[in-house]
């Protein structure tokens, strides 16, 4: 019997809104909070979560960049020669994606999503290393780094294995008590909701089931550890799209040349662009000022959420969809699906959750990068009381 276990869970997606009204964790994680998230992706909000810090600080933000010079993606352009009908299949990408993702080392998550084969050379990816593991940040330490520099034992998901193998793994390194920590993630209900939208009963029964899971966790957990310390907790929420948008129509009709007067990313809420013409940039501002479907993102708020990058590594205007408009298609996708997230940090459904069996959420926990210092201060509790 061990002492100590901090159980760390975070479900992909659960956000405010679609458990505010569902009892979701309350037999064992009583004491929730809302939590504001971090203006971007999955691929922002994961490493804030895992390192504490901001996008500013640790560069992970959106995965595809402007950046010709540094392209590992060059051997892809004969593929713009190619029928879109075959390039735009899902089935070709996949395998394509797979293919690329073995040949450049990449390391983390990656997908070629729906950027364009006659474009790719002009873009990099920049989740080249996992934020889920040690050394796994584009800039500074994780919660992993932490861990291994302290010697503490964990068990962490592996993402490309399926929810139930990390569940039974976990219970296995539990049982076994090799662990001093747990950071587990769940990404199935953020797939889900994107199939299905916020308010199909699908969604609390994925919830039920989660539930049962947590409670296998629990079970084998009380057994081994004297106290187990559980946050559940998720990274955004989920909005339903109900508008689509064909923001690359508009902008494709003034006839620019993409990569010579100016580039852009289409993810699926943003479009971020880079600009080489002085005339080019002003139609394209023109464009998105008669837009009402979103707006340009101010530098200053985009200070304010800490995700300004004074190199405009990320681009150089930020064009943000109002909650519940989709760009399609856009690079990310080329037909619409039910729901996303990364919309605005206070729309509705942008929101987090924690969830907790402690009695309380100290007061500075208010943003999803400090449920980093809960996993830093329990990993500490439990390396003292377990005894290494
Ligand atoms: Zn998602």
Same mark, same amino acid.
């Given at each position: ?8 869970i ?15 964790? +309350? ?5 929730r ?6 203006? $971007? ?15 500013? *600080? ?8 402007? %950046? ?34 073995? +040949? ?9 999503? #729906? ?20 050394? $796994?940040? #584009?800039?500074?330490? #994780?919660?992993?780094?932490?861990l291994? @520099?302290?010697g ?5 998901? @592996?993402?490309?294995?399926? /929810?139930?193998?990390?569940? %039974? ?5 539990? /049982?076994?008590?090799?662990i ?9 209900l953020? $797939?889900l909701?994107?199939?299905?939208? #916020? ?12 539930? @049962? ?13 004297? /106290? ?14 109900? *508008?689509h948008?064909?923001?690359? !129509?508009?902008?494709? !009709? ?6 010579? %007067?100016? !580039? ?21 501002? @023109?464009?998105?000022?008669?837009? &009402?479907q979103?707006?340009?993102? &101010? ?15 990320? =681009? ?7 909650? =519940? ?7 990310? =996708? ?41 996993? /830093?201060r ?11």
């Amino acid at each position: 019997m061990k002492e100590v276990l901090p159980l760390f869970i975070m479900i992909d997606a659960c956000g405010w809104e679609i458990v505010r009204n569902d009892p979701f964790a +309350q037999n064992f994680a009583p004491t929730r909070k809302k939590l504001e998230s971090v203006f $971007g992706y999955s691929s922002t909000c994961v490493p804030s979560i895992l390192s504490g810090r901001w996008p500013d *600080e640790h560069r992970n933000w959106c995965y595809f960049v402007f %950046d010709p010079k540094n392209s590992p993606f060059r051997s892809l352009k004969p593929f713009g020669w190619l029928p879109k009908f075959i390039t735009s299949r899902r089935i070709f990408r996949r395998y394509l994606t797979k293919f690329v993702k073995v +040949q450049l080392k990449f390391r983390g998550y990656f997908d070629l999503y #729906n950027i364009p084969f006659k474009f790719i050379h002009l873009f990099d990816f920049t989740e080249k290393k996992s934020p889920l593991k040690p050394k $796994g940040m #584009n800039r500074g330490p #994780n919660i992993f780094d932490f861990l291994e @520099e302290r010697g503490v034992p964990y068990f962490v998901t @592996e993402p490309l294995n399926p /929810e139930e193998d990390n569940r %039974d793994r976990l219970i296995r390194d539990i /049982e076994a008590e090799r662990i001093d920590f747990a950071f587990q993630y769940w990404a199935g209900l953020d $797939g889900l909701l994107h199939m299905v939208g #916020n308010d199909s009963p699908e969604i609390p029964k994925k919830l039920r089931m989660y539930e @049962e899971w947590i409670e296998q966790v629990l079970a084998a957990a009380r057994d081994h550890y004297k /106290e187990v310390r559980l946050y559940i907790f998720s990274d955004h929420g989920m909005a339903n799209c109900d *508008e689509h948008l064909d923001l690359k !129509a508009k902008i494709d !009709a003034l006839n620019l040349r993409m990569g010579v %007067d100016y !580039a852009v990313v289409y993810d699926s809420t943003m479009a971020r662009f880079w600009f080489f013409d002085e005339d080019a940039k002003r139609r394209i501002i @023109e464009v998105l000022a008669k837009e &009402p479907q979103g707006r340009v993102m &101010p530098d200053e708020e985009l200070k304010g959420f800490r995700a300004y990058f004074d190199d405009h590594y990320f =681009g150089e205007l930020i064009w943000l969809a109002k909650e =519940g408009v989709l760009i399609v298609p856009s690079h990310m =996708g080329e037909r619409p699906i039910r729901a996303m997230h990364g919309y605005h940090p206070h729309d509705p459904h942008t929101y987090a959750t924690l969830f907790t069996n402690q009695d309380s959420v100290p007061d500075d926990v208010t943003h999803i990068p400090h449920i980093c210092r809960l996993m /830093e201060r329990d990993a500490e509790l439990a390396k003292q009381a377990n005894g290494r």
